[in-house]
T-cell receptor, first 111, second 113 residues
Framework: QQQVKQSPQSLIVQKGGIPIINCAYE??????FPWYQQFPGKGPALLIA?????SEKKEGRFTISFNKSAKQFSLHIMDSQPGDSATYFC??????????FGQGTRLTINP | DAGITQSPRHKVTETGTPVTLRCHQT?????MYWYRQDPGHGLRLIHY???????DKGEVSDGYSVSRSKTEDFLLTLESATSSQTSVYFC????????????FGPGTRLTVT
């Protein structure tokens, strides 16, 4: 049972393009939605996060859009760079500090 | 990087043998977690701890046990390793005091032959 569904599984974008990664969830009790970035051979690191009382959050070139009624949220990367090439995971928290992760998206930004 | 170390970083073991992975933190954070990462599944929570000697199961806990005798150490034990437990294992910590972020360690690649 996948509580957070992430798509696409992989994504290739040209430098300067805007990759978009989508996530959908079912449990309305989720109260915190982070995105993690992972480079090969490293552990995931928090990139940006949002709470369900906000529809959008921007941090630098990264934006989360949140649609509470549709139970969906997405990550947008503006002016993407080759250094953004990594695996991205969405997640949702349902209390007790526990996270449920999506399946991950391998993003490649071509020069 | 947050002060998290995992040991060993790589291990190859045979089916049926017990294996213990160690996570050590220097941040004095209350919560510690063990995840496994597999292609197509993202990260899945195995067990977590909310204090010394306080632990609970995650979504894929079968075949795993944990112990936390000190704030800084969280051990994951595979009682009798199976090939399905070949994976990359990550430890994470969070302070739980209004801070939501989980900080991840560098991971342990475990291969069960």
């Amino acid at each position: 049972q996948q509580q957070v569904k992430q798509s696409p599984q992989s994504l290739i974008v040209q430098k300067g393009g805007i990759p978009i990664i989508n996530c959908a969830y079912e449990n309305t009790a989720f109260d915190y939605f982070p995105w993690y970035q992972q480079f090969p051979g490293k552990g995931p690191a928090l990139l940006i996060a949002i709470r369900p009382d906000v529809s959008e959050k921007k941090e630098g070139r990264f934006t989360i859009s949140f649609n509470k009624s549709a139970k969906q949220f997405s990550l947008h990367i503006m002016d993407s760079q080759p250094g953004d090439s990594a695996t991205y995971f969405c997640a949702a928290r349902k209390g007790a500090q526990k996270l449920v992760f999506g399946q991950g998206t391998r993003l490649t930004i071509n020069p | 990087d947050a002060g998290i170390t995992q040991s060993p970083r790589h291990k190859v073991t045979e089916t049926g043998t017990p294996v213990t992975l160690r996570c050590h933190q220097t941040e004095n954070h209350r919560y510690m977690y063990w995840y496994r990462q597999d292609p197509g599944h993202g990260l899945r929570l195995i067990h977590y701890s909310y204090g010394v000697k306080d632990t609970d199961k995650g979504e894929v806990s079968d075949g795993y046990s944990v112990s936390r005798s000190k704030t800084e150490d969280f051990l994951l034990t595979l009682e009798s390793a199976t090939s399905s437990q070949t994976s990359v294992y990550f430890c994470a910590i969070s302070d739980g005091q209004g801070g939501d972020e989980q900080y991840f360690g560098p991971g342990t690649r475990l291969t069960v032959t």
